[in-house]
T-cell receptor, first 113, second 113 residues
Framework: DAGVTQSPTHLIKTRGQQVTLRCSPI?????VSWYQQVLGQGPQFIFQ???????GRGNFPDRFSARQFPNYSSELNVNALLLGDSALYLC????????????FGSGTRLTVV | GESVGLHLPTLSVQEGDNSIINCAYS??????FIWYKQESGKGPQFIID?????DKRQGQRVTVLLNKTVKHLSLQIAATQPGDSAVYFC????????????FGTGTKLQVIP
């Protein structure tokens, strides 16, 4: 069985640009959560989606947005990129709208120059 | 893969010895405490969790201890192996509402062969 897949694996963008990151959850999982992990720190919660609805949002600016599709895959969008947005972006999926049984993908490494 | 262990506290352990990784948490309302292992280039991997009304839980080669009086969590790894080398994060899962995982500061475990 495929795990949580994220694309692309690496990305380099320029300040001010916009980026879209993609996540496919484990088959049967209906909830997707996004985390940002700055180098040397623990992951920070950005969003949780369940059944295509936003269930929760962390302390991130409105430049960050996300959505979940009918097949439960998800996209994270970041507008007006700043150097400080450079990080590993992780997606986690779970069966229901809970954080129990989170399975993380390997992430997308975003570098903003 | 790129390391997530830069600037993290590091614990160096001889292969075959036991490892103890400690963590202080802040949110008394959390219903579960979790340990994750993160290898270079990968997302966090669930190791073991403990419910807030317990003080000890054992898994395969791992034991988690919870001391709610001093808000302290520890992970014990028996007979540490080279494959245990990674960054370990303690985390909390909140109760009620939508659930998310809040990660603490990581500890880098280096196993010396």
């Amino acid at each position: 069985d495929a795990g949580v897949t994220q694309s692309p694996t690496h990305l380099i963008k320029t300040r001010g640009q916009q980026v879209t990151l993609r996540c496919s959850p484990i088959s049967g999982h209906k909830s997707v959560s996004w985390y940002q992990q700055v180098l040397g720190q623990g992951p920070q919660f950005i969003f949780q989606y369940y059944e295509k609805e936003e269930r929760g949002r962390g302390n991130f600016p409105d430049r960050f947005s996300a959505r979940q599709f009918p097949n439960y895959s998800s996209e994270l969008n970041v507008n007006a990129l700043l150097l400080g947005d450079s990080a590993l972006y992780l997606c986690a999926s779970s069966l229901a709208g809970s954080a129990y049984g989170y399975t993380f993908g390997s992430g997308t490494r975003l570098t903003v120059v | 893969g790129e390391s997530v262990g830069l600037h993290l506290p590091t614990l160096s352990v001889q292969e075959g010895d036991n490892s103890i990784i400690n963590c202080a948490y802040s949110n008394s309302a959390s219903d579960y405490f979790i340990w994750y292992k993160q290898e270079s280039g990968k997302g966090p991997q669930f190791i073991i969790d403990i419910r807030s009304n317990m003080d000890k839980r054992q898994g395969q080669r791992v034991t988690v201890l919870l001391n709610k009086t001093v808000k302290h969590l520890s992970l014990q790894i028996a007979a540490t192996q080279p494959g245990d080398s990674a960054v370990y994060f303690c985390a909390e899962r909140n109760s009620g509402g939508y659930q998310k995982v809040t990660f603490g500061t990581g500890t880098k475990l280096q196993v010396i062969p």
